[in-house]
């Protein structure tokens, strides 16, 4: 009967693509946070409510900023490295990917809906957050490694349908003879020259 085995393969590989992917991703989030991502307007200083309207303000607190948001999902796609999945580094290219659409379709209509004009006006900080975002994306499929499965070779001749081992040479068991002769109760020695035990009392004529 034939058996399958489970294999890890590429394990160590796609581990080190997957940190060197989530690494590469999360710095072109932080370093995109403190560059322009319109004209005279850096991550660090611009308004998070760009992100839902036209708003390109001022905004001194970095926690309230596109730049915050953006150092804070590179900071997810690091704690996700302890995750052999990849899932939680996928789901943090995935928001860096969301906040570049939704900072572009805001620049389009703050740009009089043009889109040739909207995407001239986009600076490194909103390039290097779609980047970083898809890198961190596919290096999250750099997950845990494949499980193959190979067959594998037993002898069918000894093992039935539900595993157990059948056939080959039977086990033969010495068996002792009762003496006969004026102790019935005793026992002759075996075809060995062993002499078996009985329990119980020995009787004698």
Do not use: C, N
């Not at 590989?13 to 307007?41: K, M, Y």
């Not at 595993?163 to 002769?181: H, I, L, Q």
Request: charged share 20%; hydrophobic share 45%; aromatic share 8%.
């Amino acid at each position: 009967m034939g058996y399958q085995a489970e294999v890890e393969t590429g394990g160590h590989g796609r581990q080190a693509w997957r940190l060197l992917s989530t690494l590469v991703g999360a710095a072109a989030l932080v370093v995109g946070a403190f560059l322009d991502w319109v004209a005279s307007r850096t991550g660090d200083k611009l308004t998070i409510k760009a992100l839902v309207q036209t708003d390109f303000g001022d905004r001194s607190d970095i926690v309230r900023t596109v730049g915050g948001l953006s150092i804070l999902i590179a900071l997810v796609a690091l704690v996700g490295l302890v995750d052999r999945t990849g899932w939680l580094t996928r789901l943090a290219g995935a928001a860096a990917v969301v906040v570049f659409v939704m900072f572009a379709i805001e620049a389009y209509r703050f740009y009089g809906s043009d889109l040739g004009t909207a995407v001239h006006h986009l600076r490194a900080g909103a390039w290097l957050q779609l980047g970083g975002g898809f890198v961190l994306l596919i290096g999250g499929f750099f997950g845990a490694a494949t499980v193959t499965k190979v067959p594998l070779a037993v002898d069918e001749g000894r093992y039935d349908a539900s595993g157990t081992e059948v056939g080959g040479e039977p086990t033969v068991v010495p068996r002792s003879r009762p003496m006969r002769g004026r102790h019935a109760g005793e026992l002759a020695p075996d075809e060995d020259g062993q002499v078996g035990s009985e329990t119980g009392p020995v009787r004698h004529e």
